[in-house]
């Protein structure tokens, strides 16, 4: 959804709209991983997936007390960065055959959908700490750490196997 400024008039309501993007951000890819996940032959990779879906759960959850703690109704506004981003691995993971290769694109893939989360996050945590809500920092550090730990777990399987047999 485009920021008008008749909607937000302060940081807070800015942070509200971070946080509304990013709840419909982790629904999406809540939808689009499975799909994803499916093409993977390699069971290392799809294990880490389907565990990283299971932590999107408590994610979700995590966005929804902030909510709470807000004040406000779960409400979600489009992105479409994320939009982009599964449309992107979709693309890629249909149409590609040789198992390998779509193993290194979906890792590449998963990993372009990291890196947003932890920009979007490592934001509303900075907003939130300057609106004095550690409350919400604490939540939302959780869910950073998770990230950061998916993305660092990715590159590691990558580097030691996954591009090699791609190459
Ligand atoms: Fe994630």
Redesign the pocket.
Known sequence: MTITSKDIHNLEDLFVHQLQAMYYAEKEIHKAMPKMVGKTSDTSLRTAIES?MKE?DTQIARLEQVFKMLGKPPQAVGCATIDGLSKEAGDVVNNLTDKHLLDAALVAAVQG??HY?ITCYGTLIAWARQLGRQQIVDLLEKTLQE?KA?DKKLTTMAESQINRLAA
């Open positions: 990283h999107g959908v990291e989360e990230e998916m």
